[in-house]
């Protein structure tokens, strides 16, 4: 059986399958950045999931000097670290159109 250290599982209510996207969007206070993470999911909740995470950012209140972008797709990377995620544009352009 292979070793699987770190099983990231799907973010979705009642659904335990693997997680394949990150759904994430980049936050700054003008000094500090940070990817923030809505949620972990698989290919079959990313679309509910994902209009979730843009009506949340729809409805955060930020601080004066604060910024927080669109919601966005990253593909996870088996292993990978933040910075070797790689961004899906065009599923967030069908997911969230704007
Ligand atoms: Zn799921």
Redesign the pocket.
């Known amino acids: 059986m292979p070793m699987s250290p770190y099983p990231v599982v ?3 209510a009642g ?3 693997p ?1 394949a996207y990150k759904i994430a969007a980049k936050w700054s206070d003008g000094t500090t950045d940070e990817l923030k993470t809505y949620g972990l ?2 290919a ?2 990313l679309a509910a999931q994902f209009a979730a995470a843009c009506a949340k950012r729809t409805a955060c209140r930020l601080a004066v000097g604060e910024t927080l972008d669109a919601p966005g797709v990253y593909e996870l990377s088996r292993g990978g670290r933040d910075r070797a995620l790689i961004r899906r544009p065009d599923l967030e352009a069908q997911l969230c159109p704007s």
């Open positions: 799907c973010y979705a659904c335990d399958a997680a999911v698989c079959a909740c």
